[in-house]
T-cell receptor, first 111, second 119 residues
Framework: GENVEQHPSTLSVQEGDSAVIKCTYS??????FPWYKQELGKGPQLIID?????GEKKDQRIAVTLNKTAKHFSLHITETQPEDSAVYFC??????????FGTGTSLTVIP | GAVVSQHPSWVICKSGTSVKIECRSL??????MFWYRQFPKQSLMLMAT?????????EQGVEKDKFLINHASLTLSTLTVTSAHPEDSSFYIC???????????????FGPGTRLLVL
């Protein structure tokens, strides 16, 4: 089955700096890669996703890049704000079927 | 995005009782829903896949008689924790698969989670 690894497990950045979280996957059949933000005591919220037919997608301060050859994808958050502090999970799946999650990254944005 | 609700948001029960958690897709029909369990500071662990009108598919190590899943309609799936024990205390999250996009554009939206505490 699919195996998703996520790094780093914790990340602290100064407000206004950029944050990058990286994930690798093992199954070349995976073609859908969402990113979720989870605040304490809440369910994961989809913040951005990318499909295997594109290499990059951007939504305001958030971007995701995908390297199919190397089987890795990354989340980029620019101009970080304190409200970006949360746990971020990457996932990989085939066509939105079973999601294989990374282990999560706890992001802290220091004011 | 789509909205998925869960009820209750938290529940405290005595050991040996059963607890039912509801998951609803509010603005779309979901033929497939998923149930996850999450321990503190850990990732989401898939428990089972719930398909409308058919039996749920459980992940290895998840007791189907312990965690009963029913997906009776296109907008509702329920998870019943039977004879709950303290080790069942956890954060339970459902997600619903959204097919409304173009073929191959499916995604999942998560509910807000249900925190279960078994005393």
């Amino acid at each position: 089955g699919e195996n998703v690894e996520q790094h780093p497990s914790t990340l602290s950045v100064q407000e206004g700096d950029s944050a990058v979280i990286k994930c690798t996957y093992s199954d070349s059949a995976s073609n859908y890669f969402p990113w979720y933000k989870q605040e304490l005591g809440k369910g994961p919220q989809l913040i951005i996703d990318i499909r295997s037919n594109v290499g990059e997608k951007k939504d305001q301060r958030i971007a995701v890049t995908l390297n199919k050859t190397a089987k890795h994808f990354s989340l980029h958050i620019t101009e970080t704000q304190p409200e970006d502090s949360a746990v971020y999970f990457c996932a990989a799946s085939y066509a939105g079927n079973q999601f294989y999650f990374g282990t999560g990254t706890s992001l802290t944005v220091i004011p | 995005g789509a909205v998925v609700s869960q009820h209750p948001s938290w529940v405290i029960c005595k050991s040996g009782t059963s607890v039912k958690i509801e998951c609803r897709s509010l603005d779309f029909q979901a033929t497939t829903m998923f149930w996850y369990r999450q321990f503190p500071k850990q990732s989401l662990m898939l428990m089972a896949t719930s398909n409308e009108g058919s039996k749920a598919t459980y992940e290895q190590g998840v007791e189907k008689d312990k965690f009963l899943i029913n997906h009776a309609s296109l907008t509702l799936s329920t998870l019943t924790v039977t004879s709950a024990h303290p080790e069942d205390s956890s954060f339970y999250i459902c997600s619903a698969r959204d097919y409304r996009g173009a073929r191959g554009q499916e995604t999942q939206y998560f509910g807000p989670g249900t925190r279960l505490l078994v005393l």
